[in-house]
Structure formats: C-alpha cells, structure tokens
C-alpha cells in the first residue's frame, strides 16, 4: 500500500522536545523533496520547512529556524521533524507530503500540544 505516515506527536511541556516521524511504505521517500506543514485550530496551514533531495532545508516559517531540524534515513524510507524549545504557539497538527507545496501525497498528520 502506498501511503505517507506521521507519527510522534503528543502532549509536552513548554520548552521541551518532540520528534515527529514521515514514514513511507509503497515507495521510496529519497527520490522527494519532502515538506513539513501545521495547521492550528481556526488558522491557516503554515509551511514549516522543505527538505531536499540533498538533504538541505529551507526554512518557510521563521519561528522553526533555530528550533526545528529534519533529516532522513533512507533506509527506512522516514522524514524526521526534531522540535526543540517548544512553544504553545507550535501547537497544531502536523503534516508531511512528498512536496513543498502541499500537491503531493501527504499523511493524515500527528497532533502535537504544548501546555504545561
């Protein structure tokens, strides 16, 4: 089955840590750029980060720089998202797809909640 996969969230205090993960099955998640998107309650969704095909990221949303890193194993075929110092203003859900535009295959997204 062909399916893009997002796993980690949960509930953490502020300034703490989560590590969300993009798992493929299907097909081989290195041959994407690979973006990472929220959507809060009542707002629009915001484009977090692109990662590459080589490994590099851009960053979209000036908040995450500095806090937010992600990476790959290919031979897992998984994206991963490390958020660090977390806020509750990153609370939301948060997607993966196999873009930077939110037109590719795309998972059914993990929520994530900062409050103390």
Do not use: H
């Amino acid at each position: 089955q062909v399916q893009l996969v997002e796993s980690g969230g949960g509930l953490v205090q502020p300034g703490g840590s989560l590590r969300l993960s993009c798992a493929a099955s299907g097909f081989r998640l290195d041959y994407y750029a690979v973006g990472w998107f929220r959507q809060a309650p009542g707002k629009e969704r915001e484009r977090i980060l692109c990662l590459t095909t080589y490994d590099n990221s851009i960053y979209y949303l000036d908040s995450a720089e500095g806090r937010f890193t992600a990476s790959r194993n290919n031979t897992k075929d998984t994206v991963y998202l490390q958020m660090d110092s977390l806020k509750p203003e990153d609370t939301a859900i948060y997607y993966c797809a196999t873009d930077c535009q939110w037109s590719g295959r795309r998972g059914q997204g993990t929520q994530v909640d900062v409050s103390s």
